[in-house]
């Protein structure tokens, strides 16, 4: 699978921004989409899942509340929209997929798929 993420940007402290994800090669059924962050100088981190059935998300401690994950089957996407944005919410983000049947994993070493990143910029 392919992936192609887009919708970074620069917003201010509070502002939104919604992230895509545009996934191509072949069918989603049994994967998990997953979004990371990396900030400069800093390792990979977890942002947010989805399994592609969408019965379950889960959501890094740090946005959880602020930021949601969904998925558009009739495009072949994952979204990530957030809202309440804070300067440590800078980084690169990046798309990720694993086929995994229903299991969701906080590891970016399990994650076969990648986007190119998109970068998110929070001013305070």
């Known amino acids: 699978v392919q992936l192609q993420a887009s919708g970074g940007g620069l917003v201010q402290a509070g502002g939104s921004l919604r992230l895509s994800c545009a996934a191509s090669g072949r069918a989603l059924s049994g994967y998990t989409l997953a979004w990371f962050r990396q900030a400069p100088e800093k390792e990979r981190v977890f942002v947010a899942a989805?399994?592609?059935?969408?019965?379950?998300?889960e959501y890094a401690d740090s946005v959880q509340g602020r930021f949601t994950i969904s998925g558009d089957a009739a495009v072949n996407a994952v979204f990530l929209q957030m809202n309440s944005l804070k300067p440590e919410d800078t980084g690169t983000y990046y798309c990720?997929?694993?086929?995994?049947?229903?299991?969701?994993?906080?590891?970016?070493?399990?994650?076969?798929?990648w986007g190119q990143g998109t970068l998110v910029t929070v001013s305070s």
């Open positions: 990720a997929a694993q086929r995994s049947f229903g299991r969701i994993s906080w590891s970016q070493y399990e994650y076969r798929a």
């Open positions: 989805i399994t592609w059935s969408g019965n379950r998300k």
